[in-house]
């Protein structure tokens, strides 16, 4: 297993654009979760899934959209970058059943607005 | 809304010498606890984890954490710390929200001198 794979791993964006990152889970995980770090404030949620067809937003979902049409991908959109959208952003997912918790994360997008 | 803290934000330490790094959890429920590391441009990796029972959890790599109930905390310890422990570290609790997610800390970031 691949486990949680994200593209790109860098990117540049200047202001207004707009850019797709791409987040894919091979473990047939019910959930899916996008979070941003920055330094110094740990992660914080920005969208979640609990399966193919369903989000809602995390805590700092403002600027940011998702989709999720398959259990596998849960890609997370900038329609109008921002300088405050320069950040690390990491996917993770986790399984639907049993009492783990756990997230299994991949390796993240750094992402400069400028 | 739930937070959790990590007062340290770096330390230093000298290979072998022994490592704690705190952190302080408000949520007054239930809770399930998680430590992650985030070794120099990786993805963050769950070292260990608390769910229920014994207080005292042992995870990979020689850590252990022990869950204080009393006092809202989840420390990590390492007796005898090496040069590849240097890397980032984050508590993190779970929240009965949004999909059950992680609430972390702002990370410790630990550098060990050979």
């Known amino acids: 297993n691949a486990g949680v794979t994200q593209t790109p791993k860098f990117r540049i964006l200047k202001i207004g654009q707009s850019m797709t990152l791409q987040c894919t889970q091979d473990?047939?995980?019910?959930?899916m979760y996008w979070y941003r770090q920055d330094p110094g404030m740990g992660l914080k949620l920005i969208y979640y899934s609990v399966g193919a067809g369903i989000t809602d937003k995390g805590e700092v979902p403002n600027g940011y959209n998702v989709s999720r049409s398959t259990t596998e991908d849960f890609p997370l959109r900038l329609e109008l970058a921002a300088p405050s959208q320069t950040s690390v952003y990491f996917c993770?997912?986790?399984?639907?059943?049993?009492?783990?918790?756990?997230?299994?994360f991949g390796p993240g997008t750094r992402l400069t607005v400028t | 809304a739930q937070s959790v803290s990590q007062h340290n934000h770096h330390v230093i330490l000298s290979e072998a010498a022994s490592l704690e790094l705190g952190c302080n959890y408000s949520y007054g429920g239930t809770v399930n606890l998680f430590w992650y590391v985030q070794y120099p441009g990786q993805h963050l990796q769950l070292l260990l984890k608390?769910?229920?029972?014994?207080?005292l959890v042992k995870g990979i790599k020689g850590f252990e954490a022990e869950f204080i109930k009393s006092k809202f905390s989840f420390n990590l310890r390492k007796p005898s710390v090496q040069w590849s422990d240097t890397a980032e570290y984050f508590c993190a609790v779970k929240s009965p929200n949004a999909g059950n997610m992680l609430t972390f800390g702002g990370g410790t970031r630990l550098m060990v001198k050979p």
């Open positions: 608390y769910f229920s029972g014994d207080p």
């Open positions: 993770a997912s986790r399984p639907g059943s049993g009492n783990s918790y756990e997230q299994y």
């Open positions: 473990m047939n995980h019910n959930y």
